[in-house]
């Protein structure tokens, strides 16, 4: 027999050889057959009898045993039959060698491979292996998966981010109705450093956001109206806006990024420090003892932030107004005319609605999140992304009841 090149190719430990013009289970292989193998040397012979290809296993197959002896041809069907009568003993290096062959040779046919002729327990280790999907890799469009599956895939994410959604409202709602019928067990503390973290820790943030707006409000409606000669509607402009629209969404914008991660990051740590599970064998329900406190602080918050940010924006409309050449005095009174107690409490009557998203979202991504270092920072970059969403969809839902009505 001749001597091929040896192969670089390796299955933990072992290389398989065979003949230069013979294939090898690995496209690409260039392998040698050795000389003489005696009977613990591992060897595998391909065989076809008729339309049935053998694959025959003999010597022993241990992880740094020796090269791999392999002779004969195996075809392009799939293995009908193994015959293991001169098998010794293996290790993982028969299973891996054996599975290479199977996802080669069977690729593209129903069901599983025969595995006749196999002793029992490889037959099941293979069995097991088989029973795994490869991972379909997306290589110019080969492997990629139907779009009927994509879209049964995700509606079924859909479908069960929505049940994820509904239920963890649901747990919110029972909770508040313990909280209401005093039944709920939380430590009042918890609930004042919220109102303080979602209250007067955010007015400087709020302060600055708000202000600019304002002033931004201002110019450009200045630039636009002056041309009319109606520079003085620009209070109009600022104080509807500000009351209506903007105070009450960048509030909520800045209380997302601000607030709402920082609930889905402090609970997403608790929960990879198995804190929560904590709280469950102490008998203190996770709902009451961390979700309720933060919802409430965050609900009863927003309303105030908003009549706030409201103001704030009005000031910086001012302040260009006044530079502008519209005196402060008539800037305030042409506000005051233009806006209602009934156009005042839009924005109010949302920033309940926002607040209780914001405060929904961060909590319900830290009591989902993973129990890793990453999974918390996942879990903050979802909750902050949910709730600027729901936020967007609420306030657009909101514009069209509004019109509807006539408000």
Known sequence: MMRGNESGDEISGLRQVTAPSESSFISGSRLRVMKSADATTPRAMWRQDGNVQILELAGDWHRG????????????QSITRYQTDALGSFDSILPAFLLANLRS??????GLPS????????RGLLELALEVPEELADHGGEGKPPAMMRLGKLSLNVWSATKDVVEFIGQCS???????????????????????????????????ISFLIGMILAFVGNAQLTN?????????????????????????????????AAFAAHIGSMKSNEEIDA???AGFDPFDFLVLPRLLGLVLMMPLLTVYSNVIGILGGMLVGALVGIPAVLFWNETLLSI??????????????????IAISGCMQGMRAGKS???????????IVASITWIVVLDSAFAAIFTLLGI
Do not use: Y
């Open 65 to 76: 045993g020796g090269e791999v002896v392999v002779s004969g041809k195996a075809s392009g």
């Open 279 to 281: 709280l469950r064998t």
């Open 340 to 357: 209602t107690l009934t156009t005042s409490m839009l924005g109010v009557i949302k920033s309940v609605f926002f607040g209780a998203v």
């Open 373 to 383: 270092s990453a999974a918390v920072g996942e879990a903050t970059t979802h909750a």
């Open 115 to 122: 595995l006749e002729g196999l002793p029992a327990d490889l």
């Open 228 to 260: 009319f000669g109606a520079n003085l509607l620009v209070a109009d402009l600022v104080a509807i806006a500000m009351v209506r629209e903007m105070g009450v969404v960048m509030t909520a914008i800045i209380m997302s990024g601000r607030t709402g």
């Open 174 to 208: 029972l909770s508040l109705v313990r909280w209401i019928t005093g039944r709920a067990r939380f430590r009042s503390k918890d609930l004042w450093v919220c109102v303080q973290e979602c209250g007067v820790e955010a007015l400087p943030i709020v302060t600055l």
């Open 105 to 110: 040779h069977a690729r593209g046919e129903s």
